[in-house]
């Protein structure tokens, strides 16, 4: 029986460490807490500067996750959050800015160096083959002599 | 073709070096704030001496006003005090504070030692005007104009350098246009 007990009780170990995790906040089901744990993991802590305000411990950051559960609460949407502490604390908390002229460059330099890229390889390609038309295989003459060089060399000597 | 290629990791190195360049001696912790252009957000909360009195942001009307972010928890707020006192005493210069998540009688015991330079001071134990002015750590300091509306935020503390060389020509500039 006592064996039974302790089992039970290991059983729900794990449960209790991610009970601790889960932060003080009550949600009303999985997919709630799921859209706040997104919110909190795409939010920059303004304090700290690379990290997002789920893995900060500055004060600010609890700050902004009881703002964000509050506002879920109140039933704001995504975008209406990020834009009230955008607004408090400007586009540095984004993790994921907006395109616009601004981050223009942030956002098309992948695209830009993925398309340079090409050029290159296509380049590269385009020079091959020419390299290949110019100058074709051996003449017969040569191949003649490639030919008796390869059975020459196959012979012992 | 060939011989403009050569000049290629010159190229490269030169675009990096002035981006890079570019970036030298400026300091990421300072993050401009989102509230430079707007008004100082609505708010109702005590007066630090007189809790029975109200101060709302009708505070900031009518005159330039340098509105300091501070707590007794704060070394730097502590480091930049005598500045601050410098700065109302000899430059009469308005200043209100923001006694930012601290205790009425922490931060009154701390007036009295090291000397009062605002104003007024704003009561905001919980941080929420804090908050709404994107407050990320003390002490910080902000130009308001005499239509309440943020010209300038400086974070980190205030001395005599930076009241010359940051805030004292953020001052003339708004009292120009005002």
């Known amino acids: 029986m006592v064996r039974i007990v302790c089992l039970v009780l290991a059983l729900l170990l794990p449960a209790l460490a991610t009970a601790d995790v889960a932060d003080v906040y009550d949600f009303s089901d999985r997919a709630q807490e799921q859209r706040y744990q997104n919110l909190i993991a795409e939010l920059r802590c303004p304090k700290c500067q690379n990290q997002n305000i789920a893995d900060s411990n500055a004060p600010i950051s609890k700050d902004m996750r009881d703002v964000v559960y509050r506002m879920m609460k109140d039933g704001a949407s995504n975008e209406e959050i990020v834009e009230s502490l955008v607004g408090r604390f400007g586009e540095f908390v984004r993790y994921k800015p907006e395109f616009d002229s601004r981050t223009f460059l942030l956002w098309a330099t992948p695209a830009i160096a993925v398309f340079g890229g090409l050029l290159v390889v296509a380049g590269v390609v385009i020079r091959s083959r020419r390299v290949g038309q110019e100058s074709p295989a051996l003449s017969a003459e040569e191949k003649a002599r490639v030919d008796k060089m390869l059975t020459d060399e196959d012979k012992p000597s | ?178």
């Open chain 2, 1 to 178: 073709m060939k011989r403009f290629l050569l000049f290629l990791p010159l190229l490269i190195a030169l675009v990096v070096g002035v981006v890079l360049f570019a970036g030298i001696g400026k300091d990421p912790t300072k993050l401009e704030s989102a509230l430079v252009g707007k008004p100082v957000p609505e708010f109702s909360l005590k007066d630090l001496h007189n809790p029975e009195t109200m101060l709302d942001q009708s505070l900031f009307q009518g005159q330039v006003t340098l509105l300091n972010v501070w707590g007794t928890w704060c070394p730097a707020c502590k480091d930049e005090h005598d500045d601050l006192m410098w700065l109302a005493e000899e430059k009469g210069v308005n200043i209100i504070g923001l006694n930012y998540k601290d205790n009425r009688e922490d931060a009154l015991v701390w007036l009295d030692r090291l000397g009062d330079p605002y104003r007024k001071t704003i009561y905001d134990p919980r941080g929420t005007l804090g908050f709404d002015l994107g407050v990320y750590g003390a002490p910080e300091t902000f130009v308001i104009d005499a239509g309440g509306v943020v010209r300038y935020r400086h974070v980190g503390v205030v001395n005599e350098t930076v009241w010359e060389q940051t805030l004292l020509p953020v001052i003339n500039d708004v009292r120009g246009n005002g």
